[in-house]
């Protein structure tokens, strides 16, 4: 007589899968709401997705940099994509905003 297999289908008690956790793991993604300010040591802005600006501080001087950010086992690593300003510098890149809003306006 042949033997019958136990049918897939059925559950039982003796399952080894462990608890089942029916509530999703938190999102570890950036978040994407514009010019949100995060709670981290240095101070930062999320722009979209990973691409933050931060405001850091490399070698003893001050820098503000707009970088594109990657996961690595949880943590949040800075790029090479991405570019670190002097004060100076993008304190010159916020001047040139009304001219740059207006080529905006007329090419795109």
């Known amino acids: 007589m042949p033997k019958h297999k136990k049918d897939a289908s059925s559950s039982s008690s003796d399952s080894d899968d462990g608890p089942v956790d029916r509530n999703p793991p938190p999102d570890k993604k950036a978040k994407t709401t514009q010019s949100t300010r995060t709670n981290d040591k240095e101070p930062t802005w999320v722009l979209q997705g990973k691409k933050l600006v931060k405001v850091r501080e490399f070698k003893g001087k001050c820098y503000v940099d707009v970088r594109e950010f990657y996961e690595k086992n949880g ?15 993008w304190r010159k890149l916020l001047s040139l905003g009304d001219e740059i809003n207006e080529t905006i306006s007329t090419l795109c």
């Open 75 to 89: 943590e949040l690593l800075p790029g090479k994509k991405g570019i670190s300003l002097t004060p100076e510098q």
